[in-house]
T-cell receptor, first 114, second 118 residues
Framework: AQSVTQPDIHITVSEGASLELRCNYSYGATPYLFWYVQSPGQGLQLLLKYFSGDTLVQGIKGFEAEFKRSQSSFNLRKPSVHWSDAAEYFCAVGAPTGANNLFFGTGTRLTVIP | NAGVTQTPKFQVLKTGQSMTLQCAQDMNHEYMSWYRQDPGMGLRLIHYSVGAGITDQGEVPNGYNVSRSTTEDFPLRLLSAAPSQTSVYFC?????????????????FGPGTRLTVT
């Protein structure tokens, strides 16, 4: 069965610092991988997705993620964090046969300090 | 396009009451899903539909019913609300043509319905 682990519940970074949010997945094959962002009281916005090919994926808002098959990881990165990036971030996996059904991690809350 | 709309935004129910959460999309997407979000647990899939007339259970279907009579609408019904169903509910729609590649993938979440059962 699919599962997603986000080991960091809460991360605090200074504005302008780099960011890496960790995501590990468990799946029998290479799944579809996603990162979402959720601002307080809001819905989810898709940041980026990976299906196959180049393992470094570029997304919106300056985010990127790298798929590492050997580590079953799909970590999200941003070189310089802005105060507006403060939000909750969710990693999700979907089966290649049905990308409509997603399994989410428990989320990482990002706090940005000036 | 209005995207994915959900009504109501907030709802308070008493234990045992029934209600329907509405979800609609105007993008002609085949796939629609319902998730619930609880603190510390991420989002969990309740039910999903791959097209009009076709529905199936997700990870946490108990206590919920769905139907899909049209492509646009995917209502979620609580027949007898319980305090354990207090949550934020999100509807999502997806359009994806695997043969067309990754750029054909579109997914949108609605703004959510915050439900409290007392």
């Amino acid at each position: 069965a699919q599962s997603v682990t986000q080991p960091d519940i809460h991360i605090t970074v200074s504005e302008g610092a780099s960011l890496e949010l960790r995501c590990n997945y468990s799946y029998g094959a290479t799944p579809y991988l996603f990162w979402y962002v959720q601002s307080p009281g809001q819905g989810l916005q898709l940041l980026l997705k990976y299906f196959s090919g180049d393992t470094l994926v570029q997304g919106i808002k300056g985010f990127e993620a790298e798929f590492k098959r050997s580590q079953s990881s799909f970590n999200l990165r941003k070189p310089s964090v802005h105060w507006s990036d403060a939000a909750e971030y969710f990693c999700a996996v979907g089966a290649p046969t049905g990308a409509n059904n997603l399994f989410f991690g428990t989320g990482t809350r990002l706090t940005v300090i000036p | 396009n209005a995207g994915v709309t959900q009504t109501p935004k907030f709802q308070v129910l008493k234990t045992g009451q029934s209600m329907t959460l509405q979800c609609a999309q105007d993008m002609n997407h085949e796939y629609m899903s319902w998730y619930r979000q609880d603190p510390g647990m991420g989002l969990r899939l309740i039910h999903y539909s791959v097209g009009a007339g076709i529905t199936d259970q997700g990870e946490v279907p108990n206590g919920y019913n769905v139907s899909r009579s049209t492509t646009e609408d995917f209502p979620l019904r609580l027949l007898s609300a319980a305090p354990s169903q207090t949550s934020v509910y999100f509807c999502a729609s997806i359009s994806f043509a695997p043969r067309a590649g990754i750029n054909s993938y579109e997914q949108y979440f609605g703004p959510g319905t915050r439900l409290t059962v007392t």
